[in-house]
């Protein structure tokens, strides 16, 4: 894959400076006067494969160094087995014991240090003769990080985006040390912390500690871990000028069943710096060219290509999805939190947001094929636990899809792929790849259309119900979490199942298979709301109390059921259900919460709210480096929650929260600026991505639209919301107006066609 990208990029570097680039520019960059001084505020690098932080630690610059595919596969003990299935489990809570099922499922995600994601490596070059760091700097459109130190001596360094290594190169020093630090596998284990929060120590995982071999240029270091796996870190480094230095690093993660590269390999045959800088700067050109904002509200301008930053650094086809922490392992010598697994109940499906509008649809399909890879193991889990066809997907689950337990409300929810079928359908919509409809899209709503059929049954008001249900991660992990009734978190994910089922199975022509889903879709009642129209957790349980994860509202975001674009029922039950959020208040919400947040008011049309919510997230939710850090760092009472583990989820909900503000178009039809708030007098956006396939490009000037251009990548009918009393077409190719009706117009396109819309200004 790597080498095939490397010859686009070849051919990127000559054409590059022909295209426009994006509104990224050095006022986005991490600048600091100094290097951090923690792991999780370092300077971030990485390609979705490896990944780099660099900070400082004492009088040492130190790189912390990752790999995606780094992890302990060994199977959760004390969980799959044979009595431990969904009718097991409505018996024990029916007896009244569920301790036993604590037991199975949720005890051990605690009590277990693996299976879990672990570290790599690190390298630490002695830098006291250096004197002070006086800058420290990455620079996001090349994502290039810069240090330099008072007496002259300079630090840069990348990740290469397409190939399997890390670049450093050190000017304005004669000598140095650079010494191959290992994580500390062996040893006394560290009992004061623990956990699946603090992570536990990796001592527990019963490691020999591995061998660094050592030579006059070079270092490697191979650690056997569970299973047979094994993994190699090897860094190279040469003189190329009396006080110039260039090293190359690369890691490589070695399964029983798969060919090795081995990581020594990998660094003995590279292209210099110089040459290599320019593939890597080609490779992001093209990145930022993809789309782009600008935005009167500086933080959140910032904020935003940070994380569309973060994002070109951590999705790539062929590298496994964005995990909690994806190529950025906790360098403390101790698991990652939540030991950097795959949480399917939020945190996977929030990363991926912010890629299909941002027209980085090829990025977002590595999501997909990680689901697809995984699908024998995904059966193989369904068969057992659940005792049925179809697929369901653990909510928690490791590199291999194996599930690893937790609150089994929510980490054995019958619901999971559910959520992740949503993402194929966006990858559909925005694509409109028929190919990828036919083959991937469809087969995976069907089969968990028929899972969700065998596991549901008719109730005595004719009803479709789940026997249990839940809401996460509403009561925690106590019997109470478990409703006899469906949640309506579960009922918006079983109603967008069926219907969406419907709709491709349609589209493809699959009469009977359409008919069956609608026939399915009509049995499931109506969403559980209040006598005001809020929406509740489920029939029993109103929204009566502060919690991070907004389950109860998933039908108004991200499901797009609950439309205000359907008329006043809809839109008395979104404005008052975030009413409700906001009276009974944040005390438990995270970071990721308000970053959600700013979507939900963004379909609510409420500009104000969504800014100043994504506001609150930039300002006090993240560290230094932008990290969402989960917790409110600023001990405002912004939130209860004032610790900080580092996860990537909220940092990715943001970004999608300010594409809501600027586009939308579930509802059917593109509308620009359906959230801006009035005093946003200046702002426009260039090729964000909508449903249909469409790039739409829009100014604001003065507080009113001037100009919308839209271009159909597919060709077919386009659908818009014109923002103007009056106006005029600039200029169209391959593009017929085919209505206009009251505020909207149907544009006929070609494939490639385009037309420019300008305000009349009348």
Same mark, same amino acid.
């Given at each position: 894959?790597?080498?095939?990208?490397?010859?686009?990029?070849?051919?990127?570097?000559?054409?590059?400076?022909?295209?426009?680039?994006?509104?990224?520019?050095?006022?986005?960059?991490?600048?600091?006067?100094?290097?951090?001084?923690?792991?999780?505020?370092?300077?971030?690098?990485?390609?979705?494969?490896?990944?780099?932080?660099?900070?400082?630690?004492?009088?040492?610059?130190?790189?912390?160094?990752?790999?995606?595919?780094?992890?302990?596969?060994?199977?959760?003990?004390?969980?799959?087995?044979?009595?431990?299935?969904?009718?097991?489990?409505?018996?024990?809570?029916?007896?009244?014991?569920?301790?036993?099922?604590?037991?199975?499922?949720?005890?051990?995600?605690?009590?277990?240090?693996?299976?879990?994601?672990?570290?790599?490596?690190?390298?630490?070059?002695? %830098?006291? =003769?250096?004197?002070?760091?006086? !800058? *420290?700097?990455?620079?996001?459109?090349?994502? @290039?990080?810069?240090? #330099?130190? &008072?007496?002259?001596?300079?630090?840069?360094?990348?990740?290469?985006?397409?190939?399997?290594?890390?670049?450093?190169?050190?000017?304005?020093?004669?000598?140095?040390?650079?010494?191959?630090?290992?994580?500390?596998?062996?040893?006394?284990?560290?009992?004061?912390?623990?956990?699946?929060?603090?992570?536990?120590?990796?001592?527990?995982?019963?490691?020999?500690?591995?061998?660094?071999?050592?030579?006059?240029?070079?270092?490697?270091?191979?650690?056997?871990?569970?299973?047979?796996?094994?993994?190699?870190?090897?860094?190279?480094?040469?003189?190329?000028?009396?006080? %110039?230095? =260039?090293?190359?690093?690369?890691? !490589? *993660?070695?399964?029983?069943?798969?060919?090795? @590269?081995?990581?020594? #390999?990998? &660094?003995?045959?590279?292209?210099?710096?110089?040459?290599?800088?320019?593939?890597?700067?080609?490779?992001?050109?093209?990145?930022?060219?993809?789309?782009?904002?600008?935005?009167?509200?500086?933080?959140?301008?910032?904020?935003?290509?940070?994380?569309?930053?973060?994002?070109?650094?951590?999705?790539?086809?062929?590298?496994?999805?964005?995990?909690?922490?994806?190529?950025?392992?906790?360098?403390?010598?101790?698991?990652?939190?939540?030991?950097?697994?795959?949480?399917?109940?939020?945190?996977?499906?929030?990363?991926?947001?912010?890629?299909?509008?941002?027209?980085?649809?090829? =990025?977002?399909?590595?999501?997909?094929?990680?689901?697809?890879?995984?699908?024998?193991?995904?059966?193989?889990?369904?068969?057992?636990?659940?005792?049925?066809?179809?697929?369901?997907?653990?909510?928690?689950?490791?590199?291999?899809?194996?599930?690893?337990?937790?609150?089994?409300?929510?980490?054995?929810?019958?619901?999971?792929?559910?959520?992740?079928?949503?993402?194929?359908?966006?990858?559909?919509?925005?694509?409109?790849?028929?190919?990828?409809?036919?083959?991937?899209?469809?087969?995976?709503?069907?089969?968990?259309?028929?899972?969700?059929?065998?596991?549901?049954?008719?109730?005595?008001?004719?009803?479709?119900?789940?026997?249990?249900?839940?809401?996460?991660?509403?009561?925690?992990?106590?019997?109470?979490?478990?409703?006899?009734?469906?949640?309506?978190?579960?009922?918006?994910?079983?109603?967008?199942?069926?219907?969406?089922?419907?709709?491709?199975?349609?589209?493809?022509?699959?009469?009977?298979?359409?008919?069956?889903?609608?026939?399915?879709?009509?049995?499931?009642?109506?969403?559980?709301?209040?006598?005001?129209?809020?929406?509740?957790?489920?029939?029993?349980?109103?929204?009566?109390?502060?919690?991070?994860?907004?389950?109860?509202?998933?039908?108004?975001?991200?499901?797009?059921?609950?439309?205000?674009?359907?008329?006043?029922?809809?839109?008395?039950?979104?404005?008052?259900?975030?009413?409700?959020?906001?009276?009974?208040?944040?005390?438990?919400?995270?970071?990721?919460?308000?970053?959600?947040?700013?979507?939900?008011?963004?379909?609510?049309?409420?500009?104000?709210?969504?800014?100043?919510?994504?506001?609150?997230?930039?300002?006090?939710?993240?560290?230094?480096?932008?990290?969402?850090?989960?917790?409110?760092?600023?001990?405002?009472?912004?939130?209860?929650?004032?610790?900080?583990?580092?996860?990537?989820?909220?940092?990715?909900?943001?970004?999608?929260?300010?594409?809501?503000?600027?586009?939308?178009?579930?509802?059917?039809?593109?509308?620009?600026?359906?959230?801006?708030?009035?005093?946003?007098?200046?702002?426009?956006?260039?090729?964000?991505?909508?449903?249909?396939?469409?790039?739409?490009?829009?100014?604001?000037?003065?507080?009113?639209?001037?100009?919308?251009?839209?271009?159909?990548?597919?060709?077919?009918?386009?659908?818009?919301?014109?923002?103007?009393?009056?106006?005029?077409?600039?200029?169209?190719?391959?593009?017929?107006?085919?209505?206009?009706?009251?505020?909207?117009?149907?544009?006929?396109?070609?494939?490639?066609?385009?037309?420019?819309?300008?305000?009349?200004?009348?």
């Amino acid at each position: 894959m790597f080498k095939h990208l490397f010859c686009l990029l070849l051919i990127f570097s000559l054409w590059g400076n022909h295209r426009s680039v994006a509104q990224v520019a050095a006022k986005h960059d991490l600048v600091f006067d100094k290097l951090p001084t923690r792991w999780d505020e370092a300077l971030p690098l990485g390609n979705g494969f490896i990944g780099e932080l660099i900070w400082q630690k004492g009088d040492k610059v130190r790189f912390s160094l990752d790999h995606a595919e780094l992890w302990d596969l060994r199977p959760m003990e004390g969980m799959k087995k044979p009595e431990f299935t969904y009718a097991w489990v409505q018996e024990q809570i029916k007896k009244n014991n569920y301790t036993a099922v604590q037991q199975y499922g949720d005890v051990p995600y605690e009590r277990e240090p693996a299976p879990s994601k672990i570290p790599g490596a690190a390298l630490e070059i002695d %830098a006291k =003769e250096w004197g002070e760091v006086n !800058s *420290a700097r990455v620079d996001i459109q090349k994502a @290039i990080a810069e240090v #330099k130190w &008072t007496n002259g001596a300079k630090l840069t360094s990348f990740v290469h985006a397409a190939s399997a290594l890390g670049y450093f190169r050190l000017e304005g020093v004669k000598a140095f040390k650079i010494n191959l630090l290992t994580p500390k596998y062996e040893g006394e284990v560290d009992k004061t912390a623990g956990g699946s929060v603090a992570g536990d120590d990796l001592a527990r995982l019963g490691y020999k500690q591995g061998k660094i071999t050592q030579n006059s240029n070079s270092s490697t270091y191979r650690q056997k871990g569970w299973g047979g796996f094994e993994y190699e870190v090897s860094v190279r480094w040469k003189q190329t000028a009396a006080t %110039a230095w =260039e090293g190359v690093w690369a890691i !490589s *993660a070695h399964y029983p069943d798969k060919p090795k @590269i081995e990581a020594s #390999k990998l &660094t003995a045959n590279v292209l210099a710096f110089d040459k290599a800088v320019l593939t890597h700067e080609a490779w992001w050109q093209n990145f930022w060219t993809k789309s782009g904002i600008t935005l009167p509200d500086t933080v959140l301008e910032k904020q935003y290509y940070l994380e569309q930053y973060k994002f070109g650094s951590t999705a790539r086809r062929g590298a496994p999805p964005i995990s909690l922490q994806a190529v950025w392992t906790a360098d403390n010598g101790r698991l990652p939190p939540w030991k950097g697994d795959f949480h399917h109940d939020l945190n996977t499906q929030l990363s991926y947001w912010p890629g299909y509008a941002a027209n980085h649809l090829d =990025e977002t399909l590595g999501y997909l094929d990680h689901l697809d890879q995984n699908r024998t193991a995904y059966r193989d889990y369904t068969k057992w636990f659940y005792q049925t066809d179809g697929i369901n997907v653990p909510g928690v689950t490791t590199l291999t899809g194996v599930p690893m337990g937790g609150w089994i409300q929510y980490s054995f929810s019958p619901t999971v792929s559910s959520w992740l079928a949503q993402h194929y359908y966006l990858q559909w919509r925005y694509s409109m790849d028929r190919d990828f409809l036919q083959k991937r899209a469809y087969p995976w709503f069907k089969e968990v259309a028929t899972f969700l059929e065998k596991n549901t049954f008719l109730n005595a008001q004719g009803k479709r119900q789940l026997p249990i249900s839940s809401s996460p991660e509403i009561n925690d992990n106590k019997v109470t979490a478990w409703f006899s009734e469906n949640t309506n978190y579960d009922l918006s994910l079983m109603r967008f199942t069926f219907s969406k089922a419907a709709e491709l199975a349609t589209e493809l022509k699959l009469t009977q298979d359409a008919a069956h889903w609608r026939m399915i879709f009509s049995q499931f009642s109506s969403y559980a709301v209040s006598e005001n129209a809020e929406l509740k957790f489920a029939p029993s349980l109103p929204y009566n109390e502060s919690h991070r994860h907004f389950s109860h509202l998933m039908a108004i975001h991200p499901l797009g059921e609950i439309r205000w674009e359907n008329g006043e029922n809809d839109q008395k039950m979104i404005k008052n259900s975030l009413a409700l959020l906001d009276k009974i208040g944040p005390d438990w919400w995270c970071g990721y919460s308000y970053a959600w947040l700013g979507s939900l008011k963004a379909r609510a049309k409420d500009g104000v709210g969504a800014a100043k919510t994504l506001r609150t997230f930039a300002t006090a939710f993240c560290l230094p480096n932008s990290f969402h850090a989960n917790g409110d760092q600023t001990k405002s009472g912004l939130s209860k929650f004032t610790y900080r583990p580092f996860t990537l989820e909220g940092n990715f909900a943001f970004a999608a929260g300010v594409q809501e503000m600027l586009v939308q178009s579930y509802a059917g039809f593109i509308e620009v600026f359906p959230a801006v708030p009035a005093d946003w007098k200046e702002v426009s956006f260039k090729n964000l991505r909508t449903e249909g396939a469409t790039l739409v490009s829009a100014k604001r000037s003065g507080g009113l639209v001037d100009e919308i251009v839209l271009r159909s990548e597919k060709g077919g009918l386009a659908r818009l919301k014109l923002p103007f009393k009056t106006h005029f077409v600039k200029e169209k190719k391959g593009a017929v107006l085919e209505k206009i009706e009251n505020e909207f117009v149907e544009i006929s396109f070609q494939k490639g066609g385009f037309i420019v819309f300008k305000n009349g200004y009348e």
